[in-house]
């Protein structure tokens, strides 16, 4: 409904109202998402991280989809994608309303404060670790389509097709990333997926041209999808019995990333007027999160 009503908007504080609250309605919702698929899927946590990879590649296919499709609906007028949005989505409510099981509570389930959460052993360093690699791949996210456009004069067509080559990559990486984490350990996974990424993101830091930043988001995008999964059952697994309580802040620890990418993204391109900055702080928060992890924490936990 407050999608639907950004199409009334008559100003800047309105629409931010009603982005406040489609905002506020997300974050309640996501986090049951990934509550509920151990919960649904059962103890196989290979299977797990397969369902998760699937929740994944969903975010990617509709970013891929989204996209091109927003683009051509704004074409014909801007204020139509909102109210196409809420109806979609009011219909989507109904649908999960009868689709979803009702699923109560258990004597094991935990209700574990945040800060009590935060205490476990490794909790702090684990939520550390993806809050750097979400600050990481967001600062980059949210301002290349910038720096293509105003630094080099990049068309909004051609910034579309480049954020779909994310968005496919993305999607690759979400349903075939679980196959390559069944052939490796998954800590090994994550190193690797830190190389590739650090690889992108010095590549970005010079500035290539925009056929280039095409190509580099295709792998840097495949890795995020790939890992997302991972990194989600990482951090669940360290309770089973509180799910809820690590999705809930898991999501949050996303949301302060991307807020944060936000504030710092800014500075940081017009420090150098390029997106070399952004490109070299990328890579040193993708790596100093991987090193966070130890080679014992993943490699004990999932099956493999």
């Known amino acids: 409904m407050a999608t639907a009503a ?29 509550a509920l698929i151990p919960a649904l899927v059962g103890p196989d946590q290979k299977h797990v991280l397969r369902v998760m990879g699937y929740a994944t590649a969903g975010l990617s296919i509709a970013q891929v989809v989204g996209v091109p499709l927003g683009s051509l609906l704004a074409i014909i007028d801007r204020r139509i ?20 099981p009702d699923i109560r509570p ?3 389930t935990k209700k574990v404060p945040y800060l009590t959460l935060l205490h476990a052993p490794q ?26 456009e105003d630094g080099l004069g990049t068309s909004k067509v051609t910034v579309a097709h480049i954020v779909l080559a994310g968005g496919i990559g993305n999607t690759i990486g979400s349903l075939f990333g679980v196959r390559l984490t069944g ?39 495949a890795c995020e999808g790939a890992m997302l999964s991972v990194r989600m059952l990482h951090l669940q ?4 019995t509180a799910r809820g309580t690590i999705s809930t802040l898991t999501s949050a620890v ?41 080679p014992s924490d993943l490699g004990e936990e999932v099956n493999q």
């Open 6 to 34: 950004c199409a009334v908007s008559a100003g800047f504080w309105t629409m931010f109202t009603f982005r406040f609250i489609t905002g506020g309605a997300a974050a309640i919702a996501a986090p049951q998402v990934w």
């Open 81 to 100: 994608v909102f109210p196409i949005i809420g109806v979609c989505s009011l219909g989507l409510t109904v649908t999960l309303w009868y689709q979803i």
């Open 106 to 108: 258990t004597a094991a």
């Open 123 to 148: 909790a702090f360093t684990r939520f550390l670790s993806y809050l750097a690699y979400t600050l990481a791949f967001f600062t980059v996210f949210t301002y290349a389509p910038t720096w293509l």
């Open 183 to 221: 052939r490796m350990t998954p800590v090994r996974a994550i190193y690797l997926s830190a190389v590739v990424m650090g690889i992108a993101y010095l590549t970005l830091a010079v500035s290539p041209p925009p056929l280039a930043v095409g190509l580099v988001f295709l792998p840097l995008f």
């Open 237 to 240: 697994q360290l309770d089973n």
């Open 254 to 294: 996303m949301y302060l990333g991307t807020t944060v990418a936000g504030l710092i993204g800014g500075p940081l391109l017009t420090l150098t007027g390029n997106f070399t900055a952004i490109g070299i702080t990328a890579f040193l928060l993708s790596t100093a999160s991987a090193l966070m992890i130890r």
